[in-house]
């Protein structure tokens, strides 16, 4: 029998809130409200010449407490950092387009899926670099006349093995396929129905509810997430108004969210800076990171938001570690390496 779950199970997950959390060592500028607030680690996993990084796209933490960096720089894919930033090793040049980095457990062997959006691909892979399976483009589906229409963003992986690939860069469907890579259904796309995705950019299988898991999808360009059943039935939308979210991280009972972009540029900032969100159970906002706290109008939404200082660029994937860390990865940030930020109660 197959086992599949995801590296960190939503129970483990579920005591970090109740933990009472350290005063770090870092110093400098506290971002965020309330229960989730975080310094800065400065000079985190910057590495030198022959590690370079182009897009930083992805991270993850296998069991052993090593932490993975995706970037699109062919000269080292994959970048093994311990958690204080030294670099344990690299691999990987063939992924110019990697994008999506899902780490999952397959009958208790960790393993990776890496979205290329370049080859039109999805990869299978061992935490060492060795490809299991390559999915091609869904032709399959009906959907696609040629593998150009296709550029995938990112994996989520269901309890039972199956998964699912959010086209995020191409048409916007959602392909959800058996343990096998077998196609079982193709639903969402572009288009002005309810259900419809806009740069259907990160997806993941909210475990929260374990009797009814259901399946997050961002909408990035509609500033939302949207909430689908797993046979791809459209639910529900939750709105985040002036966001641009890349992502959706679970963190116990919380639901972390990378935005690439806020509503406008902050005093001094010559881009539109990206933040960070935390939402609670019921998908409310709880934590700003690099933003003001969120605002809860009448009707029931947040006010439009936006990063208030310069401290991310173009926030893409991102990592809560299993000390209650988070590790922020960036898009087109002048071949940046990731942000470190220490949880801080004082």
Not at 56 to 63: A, E, L, T, Y
Not at 236 to 245: A, H, K, S, V, Y
Not at 324 to 334: E, F, I, K, P, R
């Amino acid at each position: 029998m197959r086992v599949f779950k995801t590296s960190r199970s939503v129970a483990a997950a579920g005591m970090i809130a109740k933990r009472l959390l350290k005063t770090t060592g870092s110093s400098g500028a506290i971002y965020g409200q309330g229960f989730f607030r975080y310094r800065q680690r400065k000079g985190w996993g910057v590495l030198g010449d022959d590690t370079p990084v182009q897009d930083c796209h992805g991270m993850v933490q296998s069991r052993d407490g090593r932490i993975f960096l995706l970037t699109n720089h062919t000269a080292n894919n994959v970048i093994l950092y311990s958690r204080e930033g030294e670099r344990l090793g690299a691999w990987g040049n063939g992924f110019p387009g990697a994008h999506g980095f899902t780490l999952f457990e397959e009958n208790g062997e960790e393993r990776l899926f890496i979205t290329d959006h370049d080859r039109h691909q999805v990869f299978k892979i061992t935490l060492d670099g060795h490809i299991l399976l390559i999915l091609d483009w869904p032709e399959k589906s009906g959907k696609y006349l040629s593998a150009d229409q296709y550029k995938p963003t990112q994996v989520a992986v269901a309890q039972d093995g199956s998964f699912y690939v959010s086209d995020g860069y191409g048409l916007n469907f959602v392909m959800h396929y058996d343990p096998k890579g077998g196609l079982l259904n193709t639903f969402g796309g572009s288009g002005d129905a309810p259900g419809a995705l806009h740069c259907a950019h990160g997806i993941l299988v909210d475990r929260r509810d374990p009797e009814c898991p259901v399946l997050l999808i961002t909408s990035r360009a509609q500033s939302a997430i949207k909430r689908f059943r797993l046979n791809g039935e459209y639910l529900d939308t939750i709105l985040l108004p002036g966001t641009r979210p890349c992502g959706i991280v679970p963190y116990g009972e919380y639901l972390v969210v990378p935005h690439l972009k806020g509503g406008g540029k902050p005093a001094g900032s010559e881009v539109e800076n990206g933040f960070v969100s935390i939402l609670d159970r019921s998908n409310r906002i709880v934590s700003n990171i690099g933003a003001a706290a969120a605002v809860y109008e009448a009707d029931g939404l947040p006010a439009e938001m936006s990063a208030d200082c310069a401290l991310f660029t173009y926030p893409h994937g991102l990592l809560v570690d299993d000390r209650d860390d988070l590790y922020v990865a960036q898009w087109n940030s002048g071949r940046t390496y990731p942000i470190k930020l220490e949880r801080v109660i004082e």
